[in-house]
């Protein structure tokens, strides 16, 4: 949103820590990165009739953090995953965006895509 690359955002933050960043929030920036463009094709190949570019930003960046957990972080339970975004998008997003997250994350472990199957 700021125009700035998410790398350098948390270089910057990182640096500054105030408030310091958690390992955990550090690996989750760096895997969405990584993994960006991966993330995305799974987030619009179950997203049904919704494009990226269509969602609120705020449930766009739940998914990708969230489909990251469910197929790089296997240390992460898929209904701790899931539970999670939901609580994010209900206190961050649009009223409709828990349901929207939850079916979408629903969708993508129905179908095998966890790190349970393989990723």
Do not use: C
Request: net charge negative; hydrophobic share 40%.
């Amino acid at each position: 949103m700021r125009g700035a690359r998410v790398p350098e955002i948390l270089d910057a933050r990182l640096t500054r820590a105030d408030p310091p960043v958690s390992e955990y929030a550090e690996g989750l920036v760096e895997g969405v990165v990584e993994h960006w463009q991966e993330i995305n094709e799974r987030i619009g190949h179950h997203a049904q009739g919704w494009t990226l570019e269509r969602m609120p930003s705020v449930d766009r960046n739940i998914l990708r953090i969230a489909v990251l957990e469910l197929l790089w972080r296997p240390d992460v339970p898929p209904r701790v995953v899931i539970d999670e975004a939901v609580e994010l998008a209900k206190s961050l997003s649009t009223e409709r965006s828990p349901a929207f997250v939850n079916g979408l994350l629903g969708s993508l472990i129905d179908a095998g895509e966890t790190t349970a199957s393989g990723g």
